[in-house]
């Protein structure tokens, strides 16, 4: 099963796109690096080259290095800035405090996201960061890559930028990080005309949507990730670039209630695969695990012994709803009570697997902390068909944004608008009923708020003849 | 068509709109999965971890994908870029992934070409000596912390995150590399509360906070914030208007009502928190993300505040030892921090960590309700029979 993209993709080839030569690009020696001081005292920050951990500092050091040696003309960002940026990290040590100044309204023609504006505020001691804006690169879905689209993307980034970056940034974008004001627009201008690439998310805006690895290499997922999340990204650009909304929205995409994503704490609108049949099991399988022939939960415990697998305690009295025993020697599962948390799954990977008929849950709300508190998803819709182009899916989500950009006030999240409203008002606005699944108890306090509607006879009442039966 | 290096490439600052090109999106995934990927899309039967970081996923085809996982750090410059190109190259047939962690992951089609790629990586180190790509973050283990920009790009941290994170798993740096934990351990760093990273739901948070309240820039704010905005920006009321002697519009705060959040310095310039004494780590636990038994659960509160030790954080690298080795030696197979806290009881929980509880650890904010302890279960520790001496119950 392939899946094919919207527009044809022209094929990058390294060879054809490269801007340094090989000579260039192995310009230094190991004792060359060895002995490479930066230009500013920085002993705290080379404290950080030591321990065993990948240090970033010692990798920042060889940008610094490369760029040293490049010819002055084949970069067009001063070639000290990584150790202008060392520099400025040592200060802000000393200080305890960022350099960095605060904002900074840049970015490319017609969009409203994707670039950050930054400037440093030590721009005399360290000129060659004064600029240090980000781009966001909108990541391919799950962060799969060749090395043509890499080679290609570090040639232009240290070529018109710092020559560092993200992989990748919080919301999943590729993060070019510093650049001059002057290099914005032709940075985009290579990603769009030379890379057929855009920018990501930022702002009020819809921000680049994300996905878990899926069925590419995962034998839990129930949807196609990757092609949910490219076709919603690509048939939302409008959203993604031109902030129209009060503030930002996250779609991420969950194959499974395993979550690797985390799309539960941090989108908006989490899609997370689930399926509607029963738990596949294979009998066999379950005894090769009893008998000890197979790890647990994929090997995920041989670092230590745990002693003999007992399927009775690690499984079975385990499982949330206990909807699980042996019968005869053979497991059985009774699905209907069954709320899919994956946790036997997870344990037995060769003998269970999630059902055929799958779709996906679909929660609403999601956010850190800023500003009324942390808030997870709500269970909105329990479960839906996931087929291309997902029309379903898009009225959904259309119906949720006309709502939250007519009643969101600035920076509320989605989250938050329907914590202010009420679940009932935004059932209201997705036109579903309401369910017993969107919450863990019904309400403890009768303050329902009836409408004029629901009660017979409306709420005009007329006092005298109230008074007719009741003296004052 | 070559990458351009003419100073402004293909733009012409002339007519900007010119041969503008928008809305392209991502490009297409599919072109960048491997031929075992492609071939074997959504038959993939089960997975197993043979050692850690190494996994090999099984096909119902027969065919078998062995991932090679190793640590990253986020922030990376395009000469490590080429570099994991370099190796894609040499073993990967030129593709290489990412994970949502930050880890990089390499596949191969044979237990042969694993080998001889866990070989490579695992000799590749920087010249100052850490590992480049130190192989490890399966299971239940400790996988790659994530975490946000701090000092090196961020304009309201209270921390630095890099640094942290280096010191964190420096000292962690074998539960990385093992798998001898009760389960996944997920550390998740963000400098301040405005939490790019969104570390609400770890099993252990670290979070950069500030501790004084705004100073106000008086000579500016006028001119380069909305004064209405700053002030509705504040979630306790603490900002109203005023003016100065001089009679210039300004904000003045009510600082015994400040959270210390810096949602008002988001939105205006001119009320900076940044303090180095004020500033400090947050550090909290508990949560996590998956459905897996126990619902998802956001971390709690553990340590109110550690200083900004520079540049190793020695506080913080112990106070989260204590927590993930007392986690270790007690917490059931299968049970992630948060289960185990919830089984043992907080009470036992900051007993077993050997954390103090002091009153910030007690939520006064708006949910405050849903975490009183309403009922007479609970467990004697030396913090509860302090309370019945200070009430005069006991000697």
């Known amino acids: 099963m392939a899946f094919e993209p919207r527009e044809e993709q022209k094929e990058l080839k390294y060879q054809e796109l490269r801007i340094y030569s090989d000579d260039e690009l192995h310009n230094y020696t190991e004792e060359e690096l060895k002995n490479f001081k930066v ?65 900074g309204i840049v970015g490319v023609f017609g969009y409203g996201g994707g670039v950050i504006g930054r400037y440093s505020d030590l721009q005399e001691q360290f000129p060659s960061i004064a600029h240090f804006h980000t781009m966001r690169v909108n990541q391919p879905m799950s962060k799969f890559y060749n090395t043509d689209y890499l080679r290609a993307i570090c040639d232009l980034w240290e070529y018109r930028g710092s020559g560092l970056l993200n992989m990748h940034g919080s919301t999943g974008d590729i993060i070019f990080l510093g650049t001059f004001t002057e290099q914005l627009e032709p940075v985009f201008y290579e990603l769009t005309h030379v890379l057929q690439q855009d920018l990501g998310g930022s702002g009020s805006n819809l921000r680049s949507p994300s996905c878990c690895l899926g069925k590419a290499r995962c034998e839990w997922s129930c ?80 670092g230590r012994d745990w002693g003999k697998f007992d399927i009775q305690k690690e499984v079975i009295d385990l499982c949330p709803t206990k909807c699980m025993r042996m019968e005869d020697g053979k497991l059985e599962i009774n699905d209907k009570e069954c709320t899919r948390c994956m946790h036997c799954i997870n344990v037995m990977p060769r003998a269970l697997r ?19 508190g942390a808030q997870m998803s709500v269970l909105t819709i329990p479960f839906v068909k996931c087929e291309p182009p997902y029309e379903n899916i898009k009225e959904i989500v259309e119906k949720v944004w006309d709502w939250w950009m007519e009643e969101g006030k600035n920076r509320e999240r989605l989250g938050e608008l329907i914590q202010r409203y009420g679940i009932p008002k935004f059932l209201e606005v997705l036109e579903i009923p309401a369910m017993p699944q969107m919450v863990t108890e019904p309400r403890s306090n009768p303050y329902i708020f009836w409408k004029e509607e629901d009660v017979p006879g409306g709420f005009k009442r007329d006092i005298n003849e109230y008074r007719a039966r009741h003296k004052r | 068509m070559a990458l351009s290096t003419e100073r402004l ?59 090679v996982r190793c640590g990253g750090c986020r922030f990376m410059s395009v000469e490590h870029v080429r570099e994991i190109c370099d190796i894609a190259d040499k073993h990967c047939d030129g593709y290489v992934r990412f994970t949502t962690r930050n880890n990089i992951e390499f596949m191969v089609d044979s237990q042969d070409k694993m080998e001889a790629l866990k070989k490579d ?99 500016v704010i006028d001119a380069l914030c909305e004064i209405p905005l700053v002030i509705a920006a504040c979630p306790t009321g603490a900002i109203s208007p005023a003016k100065t002697e001089e009679g210039k519009k300004t904000v003045k705060i009510k600082e015994e009502r400040c959270m210390f959040c810096g949602n008002c310095y988001t939105m205006c310039m001119a009320v900076p928190l940044a303090d180095k004494e004020g500033d400090g780590v947050t550090i ?91 009922t007479t279960q609970f467990k004697y520790t030396e913090a509860a029979w302090e309370v019945s001496r200070a009430a005069g119950g006991i000697e």
């Open chain 1, 223 to 302: 949807i196609d990730t990757q092609d949910m999340c490219y076709e919603l990204t690509h048939y939302y650009q409008d959203e993604l670039h031109r902030p129209a909304f009060p503030y930002k929205f996250k779609f991420k995409f969950d194959g499974c209630p395993n979550g690797c994503v985390a799309s539960i704490a941090r989108s908006d609108m989490s899609y997370i695969g689930t399926w509607r049949d029963n738990i596949r099991i294979d009998q066999e399988a379950v005894q090769a695990y009893i008998g000890g022939e197979i790890p647990p939960n994929g090997g995920a415990h041989s």
């Open chain 2, 121 to 219: 990586l695992e000799s590749r180190k920087h010249v100052s000596g850490s590992y480049k790509f130190p192989i490890g973050g399966t299971g239940a283990g400790l996988t790659n912390i994530v975490h946000t920009q701090g000092f090196l790009h961020c304009h309201t941290p209270a921390t630095d995150a890099s640094s942290m994170v280096k010191s964190v798993l420096d000292d962690l740096f074998d539960y990385f590399q093992g798998m001898t934990l009760p389960a996944q351990v997920r550390i998740s760093m963000a400098c301040c509360l405005n939490m790019c990273g969104a570390v609400h739901c770890s099993d252990i948070a670290l979070l950069g906070y500030h501790r004084k309240p705004p100073v106000i820039d008086h000579e």
């Open chain 1, 354 to 372: 999630p059902g055929l008929d799958t779709g996906c849950s679909i929660l609403f709300g999601a956010k850190a902390p800023i500003l009324e």
């Open chain 2, 284 to 374: 909290l636990a508990g949560g996590k993300i998956s459905n897996r038994m126990s619902p998802p659960q956001f971390s709690k509160v553990v340590v109110p505040w550690l200083p900004n030790e520079f540049p190793r954080y020695p506080d913080v690298c112990a106070h989260v030892k204590r927590i993930v080795e007392a986690y270790a030696k007690d917490a059931n197979k299968y049970e992630r921090i948060g289960d185990w806290a919830k089984r043992i009881g907080w009470e036992r929980f900051f007993e077993k960590c050997d954390l103090p509880f002091t009153d910030h650890l007690i939520d006064d904010y708006r949910l405050q309700y849903d975490t009183y302890r309403t």
């Open chain 1, 39 to 103: 230009k500013h005292p920085i002993p705290d920050v080379d404290e950080l080259e030591k321990g065993p951990w990948p240090s970033f500092v010692a990798d920042a050091k060889r940008e610094a290095l490369h760029r040293k040696k490049l010819a002055d003309d084949r970069m067009l960002i001063n070639s000290e800035c990584v150790e202008d940026l060392l520099g400025q990290l040592q200060v802000s040590f000393d200080d305890g405090e960022t350099h960095w100044k605060h904002g």
């Open chain 2, 9 to 67: 490439g293909l733009y012409n600052p002339e007519k900007p709109m010119e041969n503008r090109l928008t809305d392209l999106g991502p490009r297409h995934f599919w072109q960048y999965f491997p031929p075992i990927i492609q071939n074997n899309y959504g038959k993939w039967k089960y997975h197993e971890i043979l050692e850690p970081g190494i996994l090999v996923h099984v096909s119902e085809t027969g065919d078998k994908v062995f991932t």
